[in-house]
């Protein structure tokens, strides 16, 4: 149990343009889902925290216009990068609290986002 | 900001070795966890410690959460190729929010 899916894996995205990656939780029910990303060779950075039916807390410096974030249903919270430049070329990873064991953190298997 | 050090940065030890890494801040965690992650995965979660003094074994792995629930440990016994991987540790803060160590990555050779 606690699987947590990403889609896409890997996108290639034009300068200028938006990109949507989803997240869902695929057998529990997730009331927190978080937002990371992940440069090269270095440890995660938690972009946001995303409650369902609420709006998302943003970490310092994330632009939360450039970085939106919708979290719809107990299984599924979407990030949109806006106008996605290539400093936006990243590794991004989602993951879910499962609700009857709120510390645990179960993370899906990232998407590599590289704008062009 | 609650920062969380991990050491060895990096680590390339023989088969068979033996190998300890560690997370240490200056902040109480309400849980810390480790995860090993592979290249172009998400971190797989290797086990939550929540208690101060606790210590758990997950096969060759030994992980130790400090008394003062500032500081955990990793130790690996009698390594193996197949451990080779980015080690994570991560301590919770409020709202279940999690900062990341900077990540150990193990190489075991054969």
């Known amino acids: 149990g606690a699987v947590v899916s990403q889609h896409p894996s890997w996108v290639i995205c034009k300068s200028g343009t938006s990109v949507k990656i989803e997240c869902r939780s695929l057998d529990f029910q997730a009331t927190t889902m978080f937002w990371y990303r992940q440069f090269p060779k270095q440890s995660l950075m938690l972009m946001a925290t995303s409650n369902e039916g609420s709006k998302a807390t943003y970490e310092q410096g994330v632009e939360k216009d450039k970085f939106l974030i919708n979290h719809a249903s107990l299984t599924l919270s979407t990030l949109t990068v806006t106008s996605a430049h290539p400093e936006d070329s990243s590794f991004y990873i989602c993951?879910?609290?499962?609700?009857?064991?709120?510390?645990?953190?179960?993370f899906g298997p990232g998407t590599r986002l590289t704008v062009t | 900001t609650q920062l969380l050090e991990q050491s060895p940065q990096f680590l390339s030890i023989q088969e068979g070795e033996n190998l300890t890494v560690y997370c240490n801040s200056s902040s109480v965690f309400s849980s810390l966890q480790w995860y090993r992650q592979e290249p172009g995965e998400g971190p797989v979660l290797l086990v939550t410690?929540?208690?101060?003094?606790e210590v758990k074994k997950l096969k060759r792995l030994t992980f130790q959460f400090g008394d003062a629930r500032k500081d955990s440990s990793l130790h690996i016994t009698a390594a193996q190729p197949g451990d080779t991987g980015l080690y994570l540790c991560a301590g919770e803060t409020s709202g279940s929010r999690l900062t990341f160590g900077e990540g150990t990555q193990l190489t075991v050779n054969p």
């Open positions: 410690v929540v208690t101060g003094g």
């Open positions: 993951s879910a609290n499962r609700q009857a064991f709120s510390y645990e953190q179960y």
